[in-house]
Nanobody, 124 residues
Framework: VQLQASGGGLVHAGGPLRLSCAVSDLTSESVAIGWFRQAPGKEREGVAC????????YYADSVSGRFTISTDNVKNTVYLQMNSLKPEDTAVYYC??????????????????WGQGTLVTVSS
């Protein structure tokens, strides 16, 4: 399985940005998939995670109400819609997958696959 993240860039505070994670195979198994980020000098943190077949989602408190994770099983793509961006959202964003579908484990950082990361920079 390969994960390819894209969509990062430079955006002004308050603006939107949508990240995409193309997955080589999203539908043949029941999986948990999500987004993580790592800012300079900080540890990696979970942003949003979901399941491709069960309606269950985790969001970090810092992004709840501003970010939305969604999956398109036809396009084999996971999206992270980010609205009302803040300078503190600046980080490298990674998508990740737990192929056994363990959402809670993925949220804790236990992933079988990681994408390469895409940089999001929010200017004030």
């Amino acid at each position: 399985v390969q994960l390819q993240a894209s969509g990062g860039g430079l955006v002004h505070a308050g603006g939107p940005l949508r990240l995409s994670c193309a997955v080589s195979d999203l539908t043949s198994e029941s999986v948990a998939i999500g987004w993580f980020r790592q800012a300079p000098g900080k540890e990696r943190e979970g942003v949003a995670c979901t399941h491709n077949r069960v309606s269950s989602t985790y969001y970090a408190d810092s992004v709840s109400g501003r970010f939305t994770i969604s999956t398109d099983n036809v396009k084999n793509t996971v999206y992270l819609q980010m609205n009302s961006l803040k300078p503190e959202d600046t980080a490298v964003y990674y998508c990740a997958m737990n192929r056994r579908g363990f959402l809670r484990s993925l949220w804790a950082g236990t992933a079988d696959y990681w994408g390469q990361g895409t940089l999001v920079t929010v200017s004030s």
